[in-house]
């Protein structure tokens, strides 16, 4: 535990599992199928992925698994001061299969124990491609996260890239047909509007209805003249990390003495810690999602992809794509996935890949000890 916790852990822990409990359902990670859900006005701008649809256990079940939202939309608790951090980067060489068997090694660069806040020169990531002569850079924050904008335009014409951030906010039920708040659409459009260009995206979501509506609201604050046609696919549904499903993950964490449940659980697994009978390998099973998902569709998107997808899955994309480098350690500073935040997946001519977590709104964490702090 974190010493700035030590003198009242006591009381956070008792504390903490109220917030969770108020949040909404402690132990649900949500989604609505936009089959039933989506309005006639939207429902035909919805097509089919090529992946076979592989649903979770029970779409009822998955509706309970880990999505700890903050029902008042507290989603910029943390603060995005530009504070100096490291440069990170994540880079996979040659990777010309598509196929999970085939999957190459991933090479990183030398990086610092921590984003400590003394490191004192750059918040910049750099970054070099074998396709590319030029070095690039993207601010971080103090969390680890760059801007969505500011990773698009820091692209050469010759990458793609595929964006996977979580749906926006989402009204406090949990059922499968839930929508975005208000402010989950407001949030959507102002991202949309940092990303205005005449170049068209594609948008793949889970087909849940709070992630359509993400997507569709991008696409609006972008200025696209029409409602995007949305690829649904069923990997990003939210169990690709599970080998049990949600509910009994969440469970089982509680059954471990874990007031977080699942989120505290996934939080110690992300970063290290195996539960080889709950949660596959994250480094492995990231990969083979790079390969069977990722490569395999990206020449049928356009350059630019916004994927959208849900908590369970983008938090630990985000741990996997920084080595750990983001500050998403919930056991010990409360700190899980905001609303569209994410990790950005940038693929060169050549399909190497590098990794950068990426926000579309001020934080890319929710702060959950400070949403307590300042209820109480």
């Known amino acids: 535990m974190h010493t700035r916790f030590i003198s009242f852990s006591v009381v956070v822990c008792i504390a903490m599992s109220a917030v969770l409990v108020s949040c909404g359902d402690s ?81 990183a660069h030398d990086l610092p124990e921590s984003f400590a806040a003394e490191q004192s020169s750059s918040a910049e990531l750099s970054f070099s491609s074998s396709s590319e002569t030029s070095v690039q850079s993207v601010s971080l924050d103090q969390d680890g996260f760059a801007t969505v904008a500011d990773v698009y335009k820091s692209l050469s014409p010759t990458e793609k890239a595929v964006f ?58 972008r200025g696209e003249a029409t409602l995007p046609k949305l690829i649904t696919n069923y990997d990003i549904t939210g169990n690709w990390f599970l080998k049990i499903s949600a509910d009994e993950l969440a469970q089982y964490g509680t059954n471990l003495g874990m007031k977080g449940g699942s989120v505290e659980l996934m939080s110690h697994w992300a970063y290290g810690e195996p539960y080889p009978d709950a949660l596959y390998e994250l480094e492995p099973r990231a990969e083979e999602f790079m390969q069977s998902v990722i490569l395999k569709n990206l020449p049928r998107w356009k350059r630019v992809s916004i994927m959208v997808s849900h ?61 307590y702090m300042g209820r109480h």
């Open 27 to 107: 132990n649900s990670v949500s989604g609505g199928d936009s089959e039933v859900a989506v309005s006639s006005s939207e429902s035909s701008n919805i097509e089919s992925s090529s992946s076979a649809p592989n649903a979770p256990d029970s779409w009822g079940s998955f509706g309970g698994a880990s999505e700890q939202d903050s029902p008042e939309g507290s989603v910029a608790a943390s603060s995005s001061s530009a504070l100096p951090v490291s440069s990170i980067a994540h880079q996979s060489h040659g990777q010309s299969s598509v196929t999970p068997e085939s999957s190459s090694s991933v090479s």
């Open 164 to 221: 996977i951030i979580r749906h926006s906010e989402r009204e406090d039920d949990v059922a499968m047909e839930t929508e975005l708040t208000a402010n989950g659409v407001k949030m959507a459009q102002d991202l949309g509007k940092t990303l205005k260009s005449d170049e068209e995206f594609s948008y793949i979501t889970s087909g849940f209805v709070r992630t359509n509506e993400t997507a569709n609201n991008i696409s609006k604050g």
């Open 311 to 371: 908590d369970i899955f983008v938090m630990p994309l985000a741990v996997f794509g920084s080595e750990g480098k983001v500050a998403l350690k919930y056991y010990e500073d409360y700190h899980w996935i905001n609303y569209i935040a994410g990790l950005a997946i940038i693929v060169d001519a050549q399909n190497n890949l590098r990794y950068i977590p990426v926000k579309g709104t001020d934080s890319g964490v929710i702060d959950y000890l400070a949403i």
